[in-house]
């Protein structure tokens, strides 16, 4: 009869974490295996010593190679793997033989463990038991004493192996994070964590629960002194609940971009810099649309008061808030970074920094929707005539328009002004073929997304509200039926010669 198989967590390093059923079963077994590298020494058979029996036998899966380079044929995963076969073919001799065989896993198992590559060879073979054990990012939240996640809180596991990018672009969506696999990897972790506006929450924690335990505020870390055996933990934003004092302050603005409405398309630096601001001050929609984080404070306003938003966003930031006034799509493009400057321009905001971080444009999200209306000369005009006279826009529209650019067109109406596209309509007919391509874009990357394609003269004023943006063709621009049956809008690179 086949022995049994058991792969068995023995926690973090402190051998009082081990579970009764794990100490249980290391006692009773025929075989104890453990990995461990060249120099033969393992964690996980030194926190279970005292669970051992005399007598066991013991099995030592030394790995040929760790983090240095091999002659391997098959290079670095070809050696792993053939060490991982000939590793299952031995303890497979032992259940064979009828020996019940104890697998140790520093932690769980089946968190980062090797135990579950002999699992994988295994399983399907033997009667096969995994004893969950306490992970480290367990025992490194307990160490620091800051909880990890609380309430609708998201906790991302990370291993520190991913590329910076990945790792900064995922530290900017979650609320807490524990970051694996430190050691060579330390410096690019610490990247990925500035880069996110996540440093001044991070922390460090060393071999957690046993006596070369360390921890430290990650950012004052000699990246020299970095073992694997370490991770990164960025604990539940509630923490200061828990008695963390908040970290100092410098004050100041950063004008953010949403985007259009999509969730993904909002950049990571636009994420990071909500995530690491004190308070969120914008149009209340817009506000809506960014998930609360405990300990922010949030100032929703009318749309129509954007020089006083401008002035308490500064005023906040002059007292050391953090502030990030909330714009949709670009905030530069008939949003609020033009606002904040202006209003900044006062002295009494001279010594207040302020950012503008960019977010994707109405018009490039419904320029990408349509195909590439966008491919050569256009220009953007908005027909909102509430800080600017009528004719203005007249003679900006009858310019372009005579010069055969592209137009997108931003609000083109509202429930207050219904006039203005019918008059619009008919200037650009006086310069345009009344066939010219037109796109109707509503409410690009929100619930409600409709795209139309029409001509300027099957264009339909009442049709058209404030959630809409308006892309007028060129003499240029083509409307072309796919094999699917879609229309591609496009405007090609090249312009005809005279």
């Keep these: 009869m086949a022995g049994r198989l058991f792969g068995v967590g023995v926690g973090p390093g402190d051998p009082e974490l081990v579970t009764v059923k794990a100490a249980r079963l290391i006692g009773d077994a025929d075989v104890v295996a453990y990995h461990a590298a060249r120099h033969g020494r393992s964690n996980a058979r030194a926190i279970a010593e005292a669970y051992l029996r005399p007598g066991q036998l013991e099995e030592a899966l030394i790995y040929p ?13 070809g050696a792993i793997d053939e060490f991982y076969a000939e590793s299952a073919a031995r303890l497979a001799a032992h259940l064979d ?42 025992a490194a939240s307990a160490a620091l004493g800051r909880p990890l996640m609380e309430r609708d809180e998201v906790l991302t596991v990370l291993p520190g192996t991913l590329p910076a990018a990945d790792l900064t672009a995922r530290l900017t969506g979650t ?10 990897t330390f410096p690019h972790v610490r990247e990925a964590l500035e880069r996110s506006g996540r440093l001044g929450d991070a922390w460090y924690v060393e071999r957690a629960t046993t006596a070369g335990e360390r921890t430290a505020p990650l950012a004052e870390v000699d990246p020299e002194t970095v073992p694997y055996f370490s991770l990164a933990l960025l604990p539940s934003p509630a923490a200061a609940a828990f008695g963390e004092q908040p970290r100092p302050a410098d004050g100041g603005v950063a004008v953010v971009g949403l985007g259009p409405g999509d969730p993904r398309w909002l950049t990571p630096e636009a994420r990071a810099a909500i995530a690491e601001a004190d308070d969120l001050v914008g149009y209340g929609p817009y506000l809506d649309r960014v998930a609360a984080r405990a300990g922010q404070r949030r100032h929703p306003s009318d749309n129509r008061v954007e020089a006083e938003r401008a002035a308490f966003a500064l005023d906040l930031a002059k007292r050391g808030r953090r502030v990030a006034v909330i714009s949709a799509g670009d905030p530069g493009v008939f949003a609020m970074a033009a606002a904040v400057l202006e209003v900044a321009e006062d002295p009494a905001w001279k010594d207040v920094p302020v950012r503008i971080v960019p977010g994707l444009t109405a018009a490039q ?9 966008l491919g050569h000369d256009f220009c953007v005009l908005s027909l909102s005539d509430r800080l600017k006279p009528w004719s203005v826009i007249e003679g900006r529209l009858a310019a372009a328009a005579a010069a055969d650019l592209v137009i ?28 010219t391509v037109v796109v109707i874009g509503r409410d690009v990357g929100g619930p409600t997304e409709s795209m139309r394609v029409t001509t300027l003269e099957g264009l339909d004023p009442a049709a058209v509200d404030m959630r809409c943006l308006l892309l007028i063709g060129s003499t240029q621009t083509r409307a072309v039926v796919a094999g699917d049956g879609s229309t591609r809008v496009f405007t090609p690179r090249t312009y005809p010669h005279s």
């Design 365 to 373: 999200a419904v320029a990408a929707r349509a195909g590439a209306p």
């Design 408 to 435: 997108a067109i931003y609000n083109p109406a509202s429930k207050s002004r219904t006039e203005q596209l019918v008059r619009a309509r008919a200037l650009l007919l006086e310069h345009r073929d009344p066939g």
């Design 65 to 77: 190679v760790t983090t240095e380079t091999t002659d391997h044929p098959g290079g670095y995963q």
């Design 175 to 184: 609320e807490s994070a524990a970051i694996m696999k430190l050691g060579r």
């Design 97 to 138: 033989a009828g020996r019940d065989v104890v697998v140790l896993a520093e932690g769980d198992p089946f968190f980062y463990g090797s135990y579950m590559h002999m699992h994988k060879r295994l399983a399907d073979r033997y009667e096969t038991t995994v004893v969950p054990g306490v992970t480290s990012v367990s």
